[in-house]
């Protein structure tokens, strides 16, 4: 089963003239930039309505087996309908969790039943999924997860807190990764994974509000929460290797995302296209001669990556350390995301201490609130400093 | 469409194949002491190496095979320049390529017959551009008058000792125009050597005065112009890939030195204050080294079109900036040892000062690129 160069055009022109016909109106509150920021009922329902209208018109999970709400057909045909949904500037699919990492794990590897309980609800928005991972003692070290389940007749006991939970007081069910057996010798062999139902007593999720000032995560209490022992994905003492397998999907090592953008990408040309608007000493901003020259050391920095990308694929090119490419490719990235915001909000004048919520703040305040929400990606999956670390370890050999 | 541009980058397997063998011959020939052994010769370079390179087809590599080159393009040049750079393998090969490059995209079909094959089988030459030690400077004070004869000197010209044919621009019947001298032209005591910060490299300044030029020695015309801005961009891409390639080796030899130091009861690469600005030497390496080969990517023998510029231009800036860190913090990270000249750190950041003003520093090719990119 082949598909030909003109299936692929005549569909992308199909996807590009629906993204275009119903692409929504500004809503008139301002949108998630991320699927990390859905901080409000009224984003929430928009969000829902949004990526329900996109699945029923064919254009999320589409390589996801027909039997499950998917489309059935090559993953080709996804990855033109998310170009499109990005070429468009359409707003993001936030229940990214369920439709990226829950998700393929489950059309992967998931039962029967599973898959039938699940995914169709991932796909139409119904259901919104969450990741119980990180606790406030173990961030970067999740193998360490200290959360208690404990199985009692037909349920587990849940005791314990996890924390960042994105999207957690708003979602249906969370992937778990919970301690069945504290006595283990390798800390990694006491863990289980649970595809865990969040609306039930003994689960309170506490919103965490954020340095932007809006809402996106939450702590998630679990107080002798009782979930059904059908819950467990795989067989106890199995959630490291489960767990493992979801960060593959979670970092797009391993393909299988029912589709959909999940984040605005901010990118050098949005900075310079709004600089028109601003002038310096009198003079256009754009003729500054010190602001033209960090603009192209920004440009130079972004197209470096860009090449990057593309030379990682290049055997003969990635002789000297191998890998150095792909696993400081989030460093890279989120870092240079990070200056580039910040430069942004310095080039406002005194529009640049306006905030969201201020009329006259400079596009809605996009650039602070893009500059806040960038610590979420420096910071989350690993900080800066612990992957420059993973970097100098395991690109350069560096002694720990 | 995106101020990113084009973003193109592949590698053929001749070009795979070049590289490999490139970088075994550099490793090969030039070992440090090898290097060492060169920084105060005459030359600078053993011509044995020169020699065996030329033999291998790489001063001829860029060169159509019409003119006895290989047909291959500056984009197969790039992966042996950037060898040498990572050996900091001095030879007369980036001058030559240059000179070649400015006869072929300048010259007429005469002179490139009748010069290029030389320069293909290892007849070596170099270019004389600058009369000061601005890059931006585009006077010409250098003048070949009605008669043919020359008046003017050069300065900062590459590899003089050693080249056999000097590419001169110069100023003839009021536009810039390109004067083709042998080395047995120059006067007695024409030529005075620099000494220069980077002891792997030689040049001179080189008096012009009283030489007179047949018609056919001397480039005119529209080409001259096109010629001379798309060499000055092949060069600051070649100087980018020597200095992509010294950085990698820098970086190698602090890593080196983070593994096998210890202070304190510890190795030194375990505290995050080195570790840290090492991993910046590789990003900046990686950098450059994606920009680089895109570049190569795009250049052609034809003349560089707006994407090879800022290709070419982004090469050097990034190449710079991550050569002149990384020298630096290589000195620094050698603690005492790195203060001397005995460490091999002195190596990279003299390396690092000379490539920053060779084609041009960062700021001279940064402000060429906001025109290109913001205007």
Not at chain 1, 17 to 36: H, T, V
Request: proline content about 3%.
């Amino acid at each position: 089963m082949s598909v030909t160069e003109k299936e692929l055009g005549e569909f992308r022109a199909q996807v590009s003239a629906w993204m275009k016909d119903n692409k929504p109106a500004d809503p008139g509150f301002l949108l998630p930039q991320s699927f990390m920021e859905v901080g409000s009922e009224q984003q929430l329902e928009f969000l829902r309505e949004w990526q329900h209208k996109m699945w029923a018109a064919g254009y999320l999970g589409m390589a996801w087996p027909r039997e499950y709400g998917g489309g059935g057909v090559e993953p080709v045909f996804q990855t033109i309908a998310d170009q499109e949904m990005r070429r468009h500037l359409v707003p993001i699919c936030f229940n990214i969790i369920g439709l990226g990492w829950a998700g393929p794990l489950i059309v992967d590897t998931g039962t029967e039943q599973e898959k039938v309980r699940y995914l169709k609800g991932i796909l139409s928005a119904e259901d919104i999924w969450c990741q119980g991972f990180s606790e406030p003692d173990n961030g970067s070290d999740l193998g360490n997860a200290q959360i208690r389940a404990v199985r009692d007749g037909d349920e587990y006991v849940i005791n314990g807190t996890k924390i960042w939970t994105t999207m957690g007081n708003y979602a249906k069910y969370m992937i778990l990764l919970a301690r069945t057996n504290p006595n283990t010798e390798r800390k990694y062999d006491g863990l289980s994974f649970f595809l865990s139902p969040m609306k039930i007593e003994g689960i309170e999720a506490r919103p965490i509000q954020k340095l932007t000032g809006e809402y996106g995560f939450t702590e998630t209490f679990f107080t002798d929460a009782r979930i059904p022992a059908d819950c467990i994905m795989g067989e106890e003492g199995e959630g490291w290797k489960i767990a493992m397998k979801t960060l593959q999907y979670e970092r797009g090592a391993e393909a299988g995302a029912a589709g959909g953008h999940s984040f605005v990408r901010v990118v050098i040309d949005d900075l310079i296209e709004q600089l028109g608007a601003y002038s310096r000493d009198g003079e256009p901003l754009l003729q500054d001669s010190l602001v033209r020259d960090q603009l192209v050391k920004l440009i130079i920095e972004e197209k470096a990556l860009s090449l990057g990308d593309r030379r990682a694929g290049v055997g003969p090119l990635t002789t000297d350390y191998p890998f150095s490419l792909p696993l400081s490719s989030k460093l890279r990235i989120t870092e240079y995301a990070r200056r580039m915001r910040q430069f942004a909000i310095s080039l406002q004048g005194a529009a640049g201490g306006l905030y969201v919520g201020d009329d006259e703040a400079p596009q809605g305040g996009f650039w602070q609130r893009a500059y806040f929400n960038s610590f979420s990606a420096t910071i989350g999956g690993g900080t800066s400093q612990v992957q420059t670390n993973i970097v100098g370890e395991h690109i350069l050999g560096l002694p720990k | 469409m995106s101020v990113l541009g084009n973003t193109t980058l592949k590698f053929s397997e001749e070009q795979a194949m070049i590289l490999d063998t490139a970088r075994e011959f550099c490793r090969d020939k030039s070992p440090v002491s090898a290097v060492r052994e060169q920084l105060d010769t005459e030359l600078g370079y053993d011509t044995g190496t020169w020699d065996e390179m030329v033999s291998l087809g790489w001063a001829g590599i860029a060169l159509p095979e019409a003119y006895g080159g290989s047909g291959l393009g500056i984009s197969a040049l790039v992966p042996v320049v950037e060898s040498m750079g990572r050996a900091l393998l001095s030879t007369p090969l980036v001058s030559t390529a240059l000179a070649a490059q400015m006869i072929l995209r300048g010259g007429n079909t005469e002179q490139a017959e009748r010069l290029l094959p030389d320069l293909a089988s290892g007849t070596t030459a170099t270019l004389a551009l600058l009369e000061n030690a601005d890059w931006g400077d585009t006077r010409i004070g250098c003048i070949v008058d009605a008669n043919g004869t020359l008046s003017g000197s050069k300065k900062y010209v590459m590899d003089a000792g050693t080249a056999q044919l000097f590419v001169v621009l110069v100023e003839h019947d009021g536009a810039p125009a390109l004067a083709l001298v042998r080395r047995e032209q120059l006067a007695d005591g024409a030529i005075s050597s620099h000494t220069l910060i980077d002891q792997t490299k030689r040049a001179a300044n080189i008096d012009f005065s009283g030489i007179s030029l047949a018609d056919a020695d001397l480039i005119c015309g529209e080409t001259v112009a096109t010629a001379l801005g798309d060499v000055l961009l092949l060069g600051a891409l070649l100087t980018a890939a020597e200095a992509t390639g010294s950085a990698a080796a820098c970086l190698d030899t602090v890593v080196e030195y983070l593994k096998t130091r210890k202070q304190f009861g510890r190795l030194i690469g375990s505290y995050q204050a080195l570790k840290h600005p090492t991993v910046e030497m590789l990003t900046a390496m990686d950098s450059a080294r994606s920009l680089l080969y895109h570049a190569a990517t795009i250049v052609t023998d034809e003349t560089l079109g707006k994407d090879a510029e800022i290709a070419c231009r982004m090469a050097k800036a990034q190449a710079t900036e991550a050569l002149l860190f990384a020298g630096d913090r290589a000195v620094q990270f050698h603690g005492g040892m790195g203060f001397t000249y005995e460490c091999d750190a002195q190596l990279y950041i003299r390396r690092a000062q000379w490539v920053q003003q060779q084609f041009g520093d960062s700021l001279h090719h940064r402000k060429r690129l906001a025109a290109l990119l913001l205007d």
